[in-house]
């Protein structure tokens, strides 16, 4: 199905590694403009963008800006627009995942997951929102949230959860808001994903056994099935779908 993603352009917040960089990757195979969000490995994103030109062509950039920073997200709209002349989508992947049981958990620690969590999809949800409105864009918000928003089935991960929580009526909440001006905004759930942050633990057979049995499906999802889910509710093939959450999981939420 042809998506009609040729020549958007797409922010993707994390988008340098792990599951941003799946969801990039299927974005500029649908010929989009990626601009690839980072804060960390200048080096190692600026490798990636390259092999995004060179594996499906297209134009593609490395845009720098911590999303818990209003200033540079709205520095970085701004180079994307100056660079592409338009932004049409916006992915809020950025996520920080530690695992600190409630007890030991600092307020800063705290503050940190939910400000990156949460805050961030916030701060840049709304600049990319007026962005649209005021430029008479019917663009697209898509929040990657997790399953962890809709279950505690772990302990020591209360700050992730209630971001993710937080970040599934949020979602709803711009839906509500900006609907009038024909954005739509919705929501991916992943479940369990593959990708390089955890490639040492599903390399251990009896681990990836336990996780999998967890699975209604029987494996660990890839990046790209992600991503493709990812890129559908960024089209117009969805225009319907508006201020939801699409469940990704393999079946974890049954």
Not at 12 to 34: D, K, M, R, S, W
Not at 39 to 65: C, N, P, T, W
Not at 232 to 249: M, P, Q, R
Request: with cysteine.
């Amino acid at each position: 199905m042809d998506l009609g993603l040729k020549g958007k352009t797409v922010i993707v917040t994390g988008g340098g590694a792990g599951l941003g960089a799946g969801i990039c990757e299927v974005f500029a195979q649908e010929g989009a403009n990626v601009a690839v969000n980072y804060i960390v490995d200048e080096a190692g994103v600026m490798k990636f963008v390259d092999s995004l030109h060179q594996r499906f062509g297209g134009s593609h950039m490395a845009a720098y800006g911590d999303v818990t920073k209003a200033a540079d997200m709205d520095s970085m709209i701004e180079k994307v627009v100056l660079t592409y002349g338009h932004l049409d989508i916006v992915v809020n992947n950025a996520g920080i995942w530690p695992t600190t049981l409630i007890e030991d958990m600092s307020d800063e620690e705290w503050r940190k997951v939910i400000d990156v969590n949460l805050t961030g999809p916030f701060i840049l949800s709304k600049r990319a929102c007026l962005y649209y409105k005021k430029a008479c864009i019917r663009g697209r918000i898509v929040n990657i949230i997790s399953k962890s928003g809709f279950m505690v089935n772990t302990e020591a991960h209360a700050h992730y959860v209630s971001a993710k929580g937080g970040l599934v009526l949020l979602t709803k909440a711009l839906a509500r808001e900006f609907s009038q001006y024909g954005i739509v905004v919705n929501g991916v759930v992943p479940g369990m994903v593959r990708t390089p942050i955890n490639e040492d633990k599903l390399s251990d057979p009896d681990i990836l056994k336990s996780y999998e049995e967890r699975i209604p499906s029987g494996r660990i999802s890839t990046a790209q099935e992600v991503g493709n889910t990812v890129a559908f509710a960024a089209s117009n093939k969805a225009d319907f779908i508006n201020g939801a959450c699409v469940d990704v999981t393999g079946g974890m939420l049954i």
